[in-house]
C-alpha cells in the first residue's frame, strides 16, 4: 500500500492508495509543535480505524510547504513504518520543465499538481487549489509549469475580517441567497463566496486570455468543492490531485 502525504500550512492530507485507486483519505490539523511521536499515533490510530495495518504500508511520497515538518514526517516513517519516504524536492525527477525567473521559488505541491493536472487533463490546464492561499497552477500544453498567480485563500481573508475588526463575527462559508446581505453575517458570507468566486473568474480568464486558449479549469484544495457550486468556470473538481500526483512522481522515480 502507498502512502501519500501533502503538508499544507492548514492541514496535513493523506492518502492511502491501493494500486491507482485511493481506499481513504484523511485531513490533520498542521501543527509544528507536534513530536513525531504524536503525529506517529495519530496516522496510526486512522489506519487502524479502516482496518490498514502499518506492516501494509511499503511505499510513502510526501510534499511541503512547511519545512520544520519534513524532519518530523521523516523520522515517523523511519521509526514507526520501517519507510524511508520519497521527499519531493530537489533531485527528484517529476518530468516538469518549471519555466520561471527562479524556479526554486515554486512550492513542491504546485510541481505536484503541475504533474497530476497534466498526465490526468492534458494542456494547457489551470489547477487552482483553494486553501490558506489560492494558488493558480498554469500548465502548457507541452506540459510545462509556466507560472501563476498567488492570492489570499477565503478562509485566510475572512479570518483577517475577524480579527482586525471589532464588530464582525466568524462566518460558516455556506451559499448566500442574495448578493446584497441585509444583516452582518449575510453580507460576510456574500462577500467572501460571491467575492471568491468572481475572484477566480477573473483571474481564469486573464490568464486564458494570455495564453491565446482556452484551458481545462480544475478546482481542488480544501475549499475548491465549495466554491465550485458559486461558478461555472470550472471544468472539473478534484479534491485528491495532489495525493494523485505524488503517487505518480513516486512511479518516476522507482
Not at 28 to 48: G, V
Request: some cysteine.
Amino acid at each position: 500500500m502507498f502512502l501519500a502525504i501533502d503538508i499544507g500550512n492548514t492541514n496535513v492530507t493523506i492518502g492511502a492508495f491501493e494500486g491507482d485507486s485511493i481506499r481513504s483519505t484523511w485531513r490533520l490539523e498542521t501543527d509544528i509543535h507536534k513530536m513525531p511521536d504524536e503525529y506517529a499515533a495519530t496516522i496510526m490510530t486512522l489506519l487502524k480505524f479502516k482496518k490498514i495495518e502499518i506492516t501494509d504500508v511499503t511505499e510513502v511520497a510526501l510534499c511541503s510547504t512547511v519545512p520544520p515538518l519534513i524532519p518530523i514526517f521523516v523520522e515517523l516513517l523511519e521509526d514507526y513504518f520501517n519507510i524511508k519516504p520519497l521527499v519531493v524536492g530537489a533531485g527528484v525527477k517529476t518530468g516538469v520543465k518549471i519555466r520561471m525567473d527562479n524556479p526554486r521559488e515554486v512550492g513542491a505541491d504546485r510541481i505536484v499538481n503541475t504533474v497530476a493536472g497534466y498526465k490526468l487533463y492534458g494542456g494547457p490546464t489551470i489547477v487552482v487549489d483553494l486553501g490558506t492561499a489560492t494558488t493558480f497552477d498554469t500548465i502548457s500544453k507541452e506540459g510545462d509549469f509556466i507560472g501563476g498567480v498567488v492570492a489570499p485563500g477565503p478562509m485566510t481573508a475572512a479570518e483577517a475580517l475577524f480579527s482586525r475588526t471589532a464588530a464582525l463575527p466568524r462566518i460558516q462559508f455556506v451559499h448566500p441567497q442574495k448578493a446584497i446581505g441585509t444583516n452582518t453575517i449575510a453580507a460576510m458570507q456574500s462577500g467572501i463566496m460571491f467575492g471568491y468566486a468572481g475572484l477566480v473568474e477573473g483571474i481564469v480568464r486573464r490568464m486564458e486570455a494570455e495564453l491565446g486558449q482556452k484551458a481545462t479549469i480544475v478546482a481542488t484544495g480544501g475549499f475548491g468543492a465549495i466554491f465550485a457550486k458559486e461558478t461555472d468556470i470550472f471544468n472539473v473538481v478534484n479534491p485528491d490531485i495532489t495525493l494523485v500526483g505524488l503517487r505518480m512522481i513516486y512511479q518516476m522515480n522507482k
